[in-house]
C-alpha cells in the first residue's frame, strides 16, 4: 500500500511546482512578441519599454499608439482596457469580462501576423517586425515574484501539512497553498503579458486565479475554526470548503454574471469572518501561553499580510491612483502569510514572538491609520491628493500620534515590570527583614517579579535558559540558594521571554548586592548588640547584686530575681543559635522542677516529627518564656493535682497544648489583665496565637507558632 511519508509529499508537491513554472514560462513565451511593452498613460496607451533592436530603433519611450493595423485589415484602435492587469477588478460583471476576453482573442489574432504596424497620434505608421515568441530575458520581474510566491505557498502548506497530517489545521493550510499556487501562477501569465492571449486560455486563467483565490480564503477560514482550539466539534472545515470550491466552479459556468456575488463578495465576508474567529480564539487560549503565542502568530501573519494586501491595493484605488503595475508584487504579502502561519503552526521558537508583537502591530496601524486618513479625505471632501496628504500628516502629527502615544501608555503600564527602579523595590521588599531567609526571599522575589504558577528546585539546571519553548525558566543556582524552575510565566498569561533572562540576571545582582549590605547591617547590630549586652552584665548586673547583698530578705529575693532575669536576657543576646532536641531538654527539665515544687504531676507529651531547625538565643528565650507564664498561671490560680502539656509537630508548625482542673470563671468572662497581654503580644511577635477555652471541668490553654519563619535549618 502506498503510504503518505513526509517526503514523498516533498516530492510531490516539489514536482507540481517545477509542472507549474515550466507551463507558466511556455505559456508566457510562446506567444508572438512586439519586441517592447505597452502600458497605460494620462492620454492612452504609450510604449513603456522596448526590448528589440527594430523597436528600439523606430519608437521612443512614451510615445502614444493609437492602433495596430495589419494589411488588408482595418485600424484596431487601442485602448488603456485592453492591457488591463487584472480584469476580475476591472469589470463588474462576467459579460464584461468576456467581451474583455473577445477583445485579446482579437489582438491575439493580430498577432498571428510575420508585421504589426503601429499608428502613432499623428497618423504616422511603423513598421514592426514580430518575434515568433517572446525570449526568456523579456519576461520581467514581478512574472517570476509571483510564480515564487506561488511554489513558496505550495511549498509551505505541503510541508506543515507533511508533518502532521493527522492535525485538521494542517490539512486546510495545505489548501491554502494550493489555492495559492493557482491564483499567483495564472496571475504570473496574464498580468505580465505584452498586449494580449488568445481569449479562451485568459478566460481560464482568470477562472483558475479566482478559484485559486476562494480556495486560499476558505481554507483560512477553516484553519482558524481548529487552530489553534477546535471552536466547536461541528465539522465546520469540510462545509466551508464545499461552499467556497462551488462558488469557484460556478465562475466558468458562468451561473451567476455578477463578479461580487461570485468572488468579491465571499472573499470580503471571509475576510470579515476570519476576525470574529480570531477573537474567539484569542478568548479561548486565555490562559494557555502556548497556544496564545501560537495564535499571535498567525495573526500576526494573516490579519498583517491581508491587512497590508487591502491597504496597498484597495485604498489607492479610492484616491484614484492607478496600482495596476504593483499588483503582482502585492502577492508577497500573501506569501508572508504563508510563511508567518508555518512558523505559527509549526510553534517554532515563539517566546521570541512578544518581543516585537505589540510593536509590529503598532507601526502597522499607524500607517494605516495614516493611508486610510488620507483616502477618506480624498473620498469625502473631494480635494486633491497633496492637499490631503497635507492635511492628514497634520492631524496625524498633531492629533492621532499623540492620542495614540497616551492611549498606548496607559495600556502598557502593566509592561513595566522590568524597569530598573521596580527592580529595585523587589528586592528591597523581599530582603526586608532580616528574619527572611536567603532562599524564601529570592523564592518571594521571583514569585513577584514572574508571577510563575509553579516554582520547583531542579539539581539539573547549571544555567539560567527558557525551557520548553518558553513554558519554563530555568535557574541556575548561587550563593545560599538551589537550582530552580519556574512554570507558566504571569499565571500562564504568556511565555518566558529572552528579556526575561536580561531581567533576571540584573536581579541576580542587585540581589547579592542588598544580601551583602544585609550581611553588614546584621554584623553591626550583633556588635551593638555585644556591647549592650557587656554594658548591662558589667554595670547594672553589678548594681543588682551589690543590691541583694545589702537589702533584706524580701526585697532581696527580688534583686535576686531581677538579678536573674537580666543574666537571661544578656545570655539570650550573645547565645548561639540552640537546636530544638537542646530547647525541648531545657523545657521539660524546667517544668518537671516546678510541678514537683508544686505536688503536681506531670504529663508531657512530644509527637510529630521534629524539624531540623536551629533558633537563635532571642527567639529561644521568647518562647520559654511564654511557656514559663502559662506554667505560672496554672500553677498560681488553679493549683491543679495533674498537669497535661503536648507538643505537636506539623512540619514546621510547634503547636502547645496545656490542660489542667478548672474551677474558677469560663475564660469568655475573663477581665484582661497585663499577664495575658503579654503572652499574646510575645507570640504576635512570633507570628502565633494563643487561645483559652474550657472542656468540661479542665482549662486548655493551646498556642501555635511557625517555627519556620524565623529557625535557621541545622
Not at 495596430?68 to 459579460?95: C, I, K, N, W
Not at 498561671?633 to 502539656?645: F, T, V
Request: charged share 20%; glycine share 8%.
Amino acid at each position: 500500500m502506498f503510504a503518505l511519508l513526509p517526503h514523498r509529499i516533498l516530492s510531490a508537491a516539489l514536482i507540481l511546482s517545477v509542472l507549474v513554472v515550466m507551463t507558466c514560462i511556455t505559456l508566457a513565451t510562446a506567444r508572438p512578441g512586439l519586441g517592447l511593452l505597452l502600458a497605460p498613460g494620462d492620454e492612452g496607451v504609450i510604449v513603456a519599454t522596448r526590448y528589440s533592436e527594430p523597436a528600439r530603433a523606430a519608437l521612443q519611450d512614451g510615445e502614444r499608439i493609437i492602433a495596430l493595423r495589419v494589411a488588408g485589415a482595418p485600424d484596431r484602435p487601442l485602448q488603456t482596457a485592453d492591457l488591463t492587469p487584472e480584469p476580475d477588478m476591472a469589470f463588474l460583471s462576467y459579460a464584461a469580462m468576456d467581451a474583455f476576453f473577445s477583445s485579446q482573442d482579437e489582438l491575439h489574432r493580430l498577432l498571428q501576423h510575420d508585421t504589426l504596424q503601429l499608428v502613432r497620434t499623428d497618423g504616422s505608421v511603423v513598421d514592426l517586425p514580430l518575434q515568433p515568441s517572446r525570449p526568456l530575458s523579456q519576461l520581467p520581474v514581478v512574472f517570476w515574484f509571483q510564480l515564487f510566491c506561488a511554489v513558496g505557498g505550495l511549498l509551505a502548506g505541503a510541508g506543515v501539512w507533511a508533518f502532521r497530517r493527522e492535525d485538521p489545521a494542517t490539512r486546510y493550510y495545505a489548501l491554502t497553498g494550493l489555492g495559492m499556487l493557482m491564483f499567483a501562477s495564472a496571475a504570473a501569465v496574464y498580468s505580465t503579458r505584452e498586449l494580449a492571449l488568445p481569449g479562451t486560455l485568459f478566460m481560464a486563467l482568470s477562472a483558475l486565479n479566482q478559484f485559486g483565490a476562494l480556495l486560499f480564503c476558505g481554507g483560512l477560514i477553516a484553519v482558524l475554526w481548529y487552530y489553534p482550539l477546535r471552536l466547536a466539534r461541528f465539522p465546520a472545515g469540510p462545509l466551508i470548503i464545499a461552499v467556497y470550491v462551488a462558488l469557484g466552479a460556478a465562475i466558468p459556468l458562468r451561473l451567476i454574471d455578477s463578479v461580487d456575488l461570485l468572488a468579491h463578495l465571499p472573499i470580503s465576508l471571509g475576510y470579515l469572518s476570519t476576525y470574529l474567529l480570531a477573537a474567539v480564539q484569542w478568548w479561548k487560549t486565555r490562559g494557555d501561553p502556548v497556544q496564545r503565542a501560537a495564535l499571535r502568530v498567525f495573526l500576526l501573519a494573516w490579519l498583517f499580510g491581508s491587512g497590508a494586501f487591502v491597504a496597498v491595493m484597495y485604498l489607492p484605488s479610492l484616491a484614484g491612483i492607478d496600482n495596476g503595475a504593483i499588483q503582482g508584487y502585492a502577492f508577497g504579502f500573501f506569501l508572508l502569510i504563508h510563511v508567518g502561519v508555518a512558523f505559527g503552526v509549526l510553534r517554532y521558537q515563539l517566546f521570541r514572538l512578544d518581543r516585537w508583537w505589540f510593536t509590529a502591530w503598532r507601526l502597522f496601524f499607524g500607517g494605516l491609520a495614516v493611508i486610510a486618513l488620507d483616502s477618506l479625505l480624498v473620498y469625502l471632501l473631494r480635494i486633491d491628493a497633496g492637499t490631503s496628504m497635507l492635511i492628514s500628516l497634520a492631524i496625524a502629527g498633531w492629533i492621532y500620534f499623540p492620542l495614540r502615544q497616551w492611549l498606548w501608555s496607559r495600556l502598557a503600564r502593566s509592561r513595566v515590570r522590568d524597569q530598573p527602579p521596580v527592580l529595585i523595590r523587589r528586592v528591597t521588599d523581599a530582603l526586608s527583614g532580616p528574619e527572611h531567609g536567603t532562599s524564601s526571599a529570592w523564592k518571594t522575589l521571583l514569585q513577584d517579579a514572574y508571577a510563575p504558577l509553579e516554582i520547583d528546585t531542579a539539581a539539573t539546571v547549571q544555567r539560567d535558559g527558557i525551557l520548553d519553548n518558553g513554558l519554563a525558566l530555568g535557574i541556575a543556582a548561587h550563593t545560599e540558594v538551589e537550582a530552580m524552575v519556574l512554570r507558566y510565566c504571569e499565571g500562564g498569561a504568556r511565555l518566558f521571554q529572552q528579556k526575561d533572562i536580561a531581567v533576571l540576571a540584573e536581579l541576580r545582582r542587585l540581589f547579592a548586592e542588598i544580601l551583602r549590605y544585609r550581611a553588614m547591617l546584621e554584623e553591626g547590630v550583633r556588635e551593638e548588640r555585644d556591647r549592650v549586652a557587656r554594658d548591662l552584665h558589667d554595670d547594672v548586673g553589678a548594681r543588682l547584686l551589690t543590691m541583694s547583698h545589702r537589702l533584706p530578705a524580701a526585697e532581696a529575693d527580688q534583686a535576686r530575681i531581677a538579678l536573674s532575669e537580666l543574666r537571661a536576657v544578656v545570655y539570650s543576646m550573645r547565645a548561639p543559635p540552640i537546636c530544638l532536641p537542646a530547647l525541648l531538654g531545657d523545657w521539660q527539665w524546667e517544668v518537671t522542677e516546678r510541678c514537683n515544687a508544686a505536688a503536681a504531676n506531670l504529663d508531657w507529651r512530644v509527637s510529630g516529627a521534629m524539624p531540623e531547625l536551629d533558633l537563635a538565643g532571642g527567639d529561644a528565650l521568647a518562647l520559654s518564656r511564654i511557656l514559663r507564664e502559662a506554667l505560672s498561671n496554672a500553677l498560681r490560680h488553679a493549683g491543679p493535682e495533674m498537669l497535661s502539656i503536648q507538643l505537636d509537630f506539623v512540619e514546621t508548625a510547634l503547636a502547645i497544648e496545656i490542660r489542667h482542673r478548672h474551677s474558677g470563671r469560663a475564660p469568655d468572662q475573663w477581665q484582661a489583665s497585663l499577664g495575658l497581654h503579654n503572652l499574646r503580644d510575645r507570640l504576635a511577635k512570633l507570628g502565633g496565637d494563643i487561645t483559652w477555652t474550657g472542656d468540661g471541668a479542665d482549662l486548655v490553654t493551646r498556642w501555635r507558632v511557625d517555627l519556620g519563619t524565623f529557625g535557621v535549618r541545622s
